[in-house]
């Protein structure tokens, strides 16, 4: 008998993304947003662990849980005309990391926050988040669109919690303006239609920050305990979304079958790390070959709905995810097309790694920027909050934890606005060097998070 080995990742799966949008006004028109000491298109003010970017520390079980950092820096292909979409400039992110880094990123939390975003617009502004989100028609057409989307999506099913979270954070008066008053058709139309929670505050001063956070913990059940330390005195608006997902595995992994072996990091020499590694044996999964990679998908829950898919590229080890997530991520649709199509496979033996890390991706408004974002950047774009309000920054955290039972995960993104080889027939699937994988939701195609792993050590 033939046996075919390849070498990647299996996982289990809980998920939690916050999405946090926060907006300030500026005392005068035309001022230049580059100077203010607060949370920014830097990422400054955002809340970062003491130990800096990259650093690792053992969770109460031994498994080593570290922090990566991202730089916000992408580069675009050039486009011929018109902006970028949200999920072209996702993947190009994904496609450009850093061989030494790993990404992780909720498509599905950002564009809820962004959403919300869009329905404070008007006029350019308006037209250029329609353009970047994909959407086509009325305000109504699209409360009416993502309002269905989330019902498939949250619907209940045995074995899995996924719950989403908005938040609305609106300074009552600013500059001699009411701009609670001025913003509360749309507070009432966000918390009618997405179910939003509305916080009016005299400023952002501490109190307020420590409610923020206090909401940001409890929404993510303390994956994620903070996610800015300071913001300017200008700011007057934050929106947040929180996106959690908590799955058990269909078929769950036996923690007496654990073992520590080698992973092999990209453009790492040597041998790699040791981490613990889960394993099952004599297990179906649809599985799917082409594209140059090797696809597995790992179900949640009764029902199979929501699942992780995890890809390989083949030829050995050391392999570049870049062609997987370019041009729009392209390829990637191809393989999860795939898989969805792919017949039950027996895998006689399946081993991933069991592993814990965060993310901080700053900057996120340079990078829309680049994508042809303009007008939200400027004041006179959200009459609806002030004439003078426009977004200073964007950001996202995020965290994964894969377990024998599970896996969890968790993201924050905030917005400032200013005023394996051939072997034998039965089938190995063995993570031990870098790999891609997504989270989604089936029945809508969903990506709830998107990830890749380079390192683990």
């Not at 970047?132 to 009325?138: C, I, M, R």
């Not at 989330?150 to 609305?168: N, P, Q, T, Y």
């Not at 929404?219 to 200008?234: A, F």
């Not at 829950?301 to 390989?312: F, N, Q, R, Y």
Request: aromatic content about 10%.
């Amino acid at each position: 008998m033939k046996r075919r080995v390849f070498r990647g990742l299996c996982c289990a799966a809980v998920g939690l993304m916050l999405t946090v949008l926060c907006l300030g006004g500026c005392k005068a028109p035309g001022g230049d947003p580059e100077g203010y000491d607060r949370l920014r298109r830097d990422g400054s003010g955002v809340s970062e662990p003491d130990n800096g970017p990259g650093f690792q520390e053992e969770t109460p079980d031994g498994t080593k849980r570290r922090e990566f950092i991202w730089d916000g820096s992408v580069e675009l292909p050039p486009k011929e005309e018109g902006i970028y979409t949200l999920e072209e400039v996702l993947f190009a992110m994904l496609a450009q990391t850093d061989a030494d880094s790993n990404l992780l990123i909720s498509p599905y939390s950002l564009r809820c926050v962004l959403t919300s975003l869009y329905h404070s617009t008007d006029g350019e502004a308006r037209e250029e988040m329609a353009a970047f989100l994909g959407y086509d028609g009325s305000d109504e057409s699209v409360y009416e669109e993502q309002e269905a989307l989330r019902r498939e999506v949250l619907k209940g099913r045995e074995g899995i919690e996924l719950s989403l979270a908005d938040s609305f954070w609106i300074r009552e008066t600013f500059g001699g303006e009411s701009i609670a008053g001025r913003a509360k058709d749309l507070s009432d139309r966000l918390r009618e239609r997405y179910g939003c929670e509305i916080f009016p505050t005299a400023d952002f001063g501490d109190g307020t920050l420590e409610r923020m956070n206090g909401w940001v913990e409890e929404k993510t059940n303390g994956m994620i305990r903070r996610i800015v330390d300071s913001l300017d005195e200008e700011t007057i608006l934050v929106l947040m979304n929180a996106l959690y997902f908590n799955g058990t595995w269909t078929t769950v992994f036996e923690p007496r079958d654990t073992q520590e072996r080698y992973f092999y990091g990209y453009k790492i020499e040597g041998e790699g790390e040791t981490v613990p590694f889960m394993s099952l044996e004599d297990a179906s999964f649809r599985y799917w070959e082409g594209e140059g990679y090797v696809a597995l998908e790992l179900p949640y829950g009764k029902d199979g709905e929501i699942v992780m898919d995890v890809i390989l590229a083949e030829g050995g080890t050391d392999l570049d995810y870049s062609e997987l997530f370019s041009e729009g991520g392209e390829t990637l649709k191809k393989v999860l097309a795939g898989l969805d199509g792919a017949e039950l496979a027996d895998i006689y033996c399946l081993s991933i790694p069991k592993w814990e890390e965060d993310h901080t991706i700053a900057g996120l408004s340079e990078v829309f920027r680049a994508a042809g974002l303009e007008n939200i950047f400027k004041s006179g774009g959200m009459s609806q909050i002030s004439e003078w309000a426009r977004v200073d920054s964007i950001l996202q955290k995020t965290a994964i934890e894969v377990t024998e039972h599970g896996t969890k995960a968790a993201a924050v993104s905030a917005v400032v606005t200013e005023g394996a080889g051939l072997i034998t027939d039965e089938k190995f699937f063995i993570a031990d060097h870098n790999f891609a994988y997504v989270i989604r939701e089936k029945t809508e195609d969903t990506m709830l998070f998107v990830g890749l792993v380079n390192q683990l050590s």
